[in-house]
């Protein structure tokens, strides 16, 4: 126990960046820290308005944690240049979750195949098998909850909300060729890391837009104005065959006061591709085996301490406090308090070193856990990973991508027209906020060199 | 100086810096900051009228425009006839008239955030409360002409009682007198109120519809909570879209262009009609 007394203050996440950049920008200090999603670090880190916590880290009077619990997916967006500046807390990525009741029933199966012909593509290993369930199962009334059908899908598209996080997610193994190295082509999907020219009009790009839309289809008409919590409680009320979406799906369906799936849920990380552009040669490239990338979506909201701190180590001290094994996991265990698994520490044996038992007795479902904590090491050790935009103005490229894409998900705009867009858009942000500097923070961010 | 000036002075010095501190110097500021490109974390650049040939040319400026314009037209006039509509008929003698007329003006006592998130279940296109108890199936929230009517309906909705109160009011106060006059002359209802009614009213309506002008081209709550501007930008008012460059994206020259244009817009506006009200009276 330290003694001290910590004031936190609650705001609205789309209030949390201005709060925090007025705050640092005017001097005023009113906050020692604040939570960060991982995309606000470019905002923070060239003005210098966060601290480095590496001494602190080191630092044995302060509660321990390891760094080496969190994948180098994660690890990433705790640090830049090499220093580290966030503590454990939250990680973000988007699995898939399926109706396992429904998609493992044979008798849904035998009627798959009597209608169409086929085999039903179970379990899913490409974004196409998805739409082929999807479609099937879109307008009949599978679950049987109520007297109305239900969908195949369900998506959030609210636009200046998170819509665009299931473009990034979906269209990462269209895009993102694994490798070594780092350039153009190769682990790598936002911008030219030389030039910054665009690559969101890519071919393959466009391709995993037409997919999203089409998967789009199977699901409410309504979804173009949901925001995330009416799309959760779409699948929650058992609505829907699929969602992609984040951690926090699994625990609220463990919450029988809200869920009616309790028990039959399945999930695995996201579904991959047959084929991927490559942006070296401008051409597809095919393989044997489908392209799966790993995401680290979202926020992953964790600590950062402000540069005009007047306390910085009791800030420290807290965040170290919560990011240490028994804390985390008991965050972790309960879910609703909306920490996501991701570090070592959170999953089962042989992958990490938690305890059934902590999550059986947070109320969890054996078989769902199994499946959800399978989907996120597999999602956050993935081979491949969509590399994470974390440079000065991400939030304004990714509005503008998000406004581009409610255009298609409305029909105004083909896929082709709306990314076309989004690069024209993006490559004046980019001229406005000095081509140079960004470029340098991009290939900064994604580990670039020449 | 003289003593009965220096007790004017004290007394009038309060409201004075109220005005310079809190109306004059936000808007020189505002002026000021149109004129530079504001980057956090270093010094602001002067770019003249940079930000507002840019406004000139920015599709998504225009496009939150002309949605403002059609916002502000349509309400504003939908909310005058109903209200005046509303104001006729609660001049009569009517069962429950003092009952009727409380309820009619609650939604103008609702905080428009709230409104917002109320219509936003009330307009739940899944059996929400219109589309479930009415068996429909309009995409309220999802369409954007749809969406575009919805954030009108509910800024209807609120603001028609603000126009029927004020217009009620005022017909209470014509004198029988002038009816029972006309009455004389005519039997057509319509003739007394084109040659009675209307006369009387028009500076009350002017005034409303300068009102209620100034406020909908403000608007902000109703669209940011019911639609957050979408789908898509079809809900995107000017005012939200000059928040979304300045506190989102940090663009806070361009963000003050926008505010400065639309204050401008508004005054124009307002001189305009002023100036044909000034006319109509000489």
New interface residues.
């Given amino acids: 126990m330290t003694g001290a007394r910590l004031d936190i203050v609650e705001v609205p996440i789309?209030e949390q960046?201005?709060k925090t950049?007025t705050d640092l920008?005017l001097g005023t200090g009113q906050f020692n820290g604040f939570m960060e999603a991982a995309w606000y670090m470019g905002?923070y880190i060239?003005?210098?308005?966060i601290r480095s916590i590496d001494d602190y880290i080191a630092d044995e009077r302060f509660p321990r944690w390891d760094t080496s619990w969190l994948p180098p997916s994660l690890r990433n967006l705790h640090a830049w240049g090499g220093k580290w500046y966030g503590t454990l807390n939250d990680s973000d990525g988007q699995v898939l979750y399926w109706r396992n009741d429904i998609l493992s029933d044979s008798e849904w199966q035998r009627k798959y195949k009597t209608e169409t012909g086929k085999e039903m593509p179970f379990p899913v290993k490409t974004w196409q098998d998805a739409i082929d369930i999807a479609r099937f199962f879109h307008g009949k009334n599978w679950d049987n909850n109520d007297q109305?059908p239900d969908t195949g899908m369900v998506m959030h598209?609210?636009?200046?909300?998170q819509g665009m996080f299931h473009f990034m997610s979906l269209s990462a193994p269209f895009v993102v060729m694994g490798g070594d190295k780092v350039d153009r082509g190769t682990n790598n999907y936002w911008f030219d890391p030389e030039t910054m020219e665009p690559l969101i009009d890519q071919p393959g790009h466009v391709r995993a837009l037409e997919v999203l839309y089409e998967l789009s289809r199977y699901g409410?008409?309504?979804?173009?104005?949901w925001d995330l919590g009416t799309a959760w409680d779409?699948f929650l009320r058992g609505k829907a065959i699929f969602v992609f979406s984040w951690g926090d799906v699994g625990a609220l369906l463990q919450d029988t006061a809200r869920s009616k799936i309790k028990g039959k849920v399945g999930a695995s990380i996201l579904p991959g591709s047959y084929e991927v552009y490559d942006m070296n040669d401008n051409r597809w490239v095919k393989l044997p085996e489908p392209n799966v990338v790993g995401n680290t979506t979202g926020g992953s909201w964790h600590g950062v301490i402000s540069a005009r701190s007047r306390n910085p180590e009791v800030v420290y001290s807290f965040y170290a406090l919560m990011a240490t094994k028994p804390v985390s996991l008991w965050n972790v265990y309960r879910g609703w308090t909306g920490v996501d698994p991701g570090a070592s520490i959170h999953f089962l044996l042989p992958e990490g070193s938690a305890d059934l038992q902590g999550y059986l007795g947070a109320g969890w479902n054996e078989s769902d856990l199994r499946f959800y904590l399978k989907a996120y090491h597999d999602n956050f050790f993935a081979k491949t990973m969509l590399p994470y935009l974390r440079i000065n103005?991400a939030?304004?490229y990714w509005?503008a991508l998000d406004?581009?894409l409610?255009?298609t998900?409305?029909g105004?705009l083909s896929p082709k027209e709306a990314l076309s867009r989004t690069a024209k858009e993006w490559d004046e942000i980019t001229s406005?906020?000095g081509r140079d500097a960004q470029r340098k923070q991009y290939q900064s961010s994604i580990g670039y060199r020449k | 100086m003289h003593r009965d000036n220096r007790t004017r002075l004290f007394f009038l010095l309060p409201s004075v810096l109220w005005v310079l501190v809190f109306t004059l110097f936000p808007l020189l500021y505002s002026v000021r900051l149109s004129l530079f490109?504001v980057?956090?974390?270093?010094p602001d650049e002067f770019v003249g009228l940079g930000n507002y040939v840019h406004l000139f040319q920015d599709g998504?400026a225009r496009s939150s425009a002309i949605i403002t314009l059609i916002f502000v037209s349509c309400g504003v006039a939908v909310q005058m006839a109903l209200g005046m509509a509303l104001a006729l008929l609660f001049n009569r003698r009517l069962p429950l008239r003092g009952v009727l007329r409380t309820v009619m003006t609650m939604p103008l006592f609702a905080t428009p955030i709230a409104v917002g998130f109320l219509f936003f279940t009330i307009f739940?296109?899944?059996?929400g409360l219109v589309n479930g108890l009415l068996r429909l199936n309009v995409?309220w929230?999802?369409?954007?002409y749809w969406?575009l009517a919805s954030i009108t309906i509910v800024d209807v909705w609120q603001w028609t009682p603000f126009c029927f109160l004020i217009f009620l009011a005022v017909l209470q106060g014509i004198p029988q007198d002038y009816y029972e006059a006309a009455m004389l002359e005519t039997k057509s209802g319509w003739r007394v109120f084109r040659f009675i009614t209307l006369p009387v009213l028009q500076p009350t309506i002017v005034l409303v519809l300068l009102l209620r002008i100034t406020e909908a081209f403000k608007v902000f709550d109703i669209p940011f909570t019911l639609?957050?501007?979408?789908?898509?930008?079809?809900t995107q008012v000017l005012t939200m879209y000059a928040y979304?460059v300045g506190?989102?994206?940090?663009?806070y020259g361009y963000s003050s262009a926008i505010s400065v244009f639309l204050f401008v817009v508004v005054l124009a506006v307002i001189m305009t009609l002023f100036k044909r009200v000034r006319q109509t009276y000489q």
Avoid: C, D, H
């Fill in positions: 789309a960046l201005n950049i920008r905002e060239t003005p210098g308005f109305e598209f609210k636009v200046n909300e409410p008409r309504a979804q173009s104005a779409w103005g939030e304004e509005r406004q581009n409610s255009e998900m409305i105004r406005r906020r | 490109n980057k956090i974390g270093s998504r739940y296109e899944e059996g995409p929230l999802s369409n954007p969406a639609t957050t501007g979408g789908p898509s930008t079809a979304r506190m989102r994206f940090f663009n």
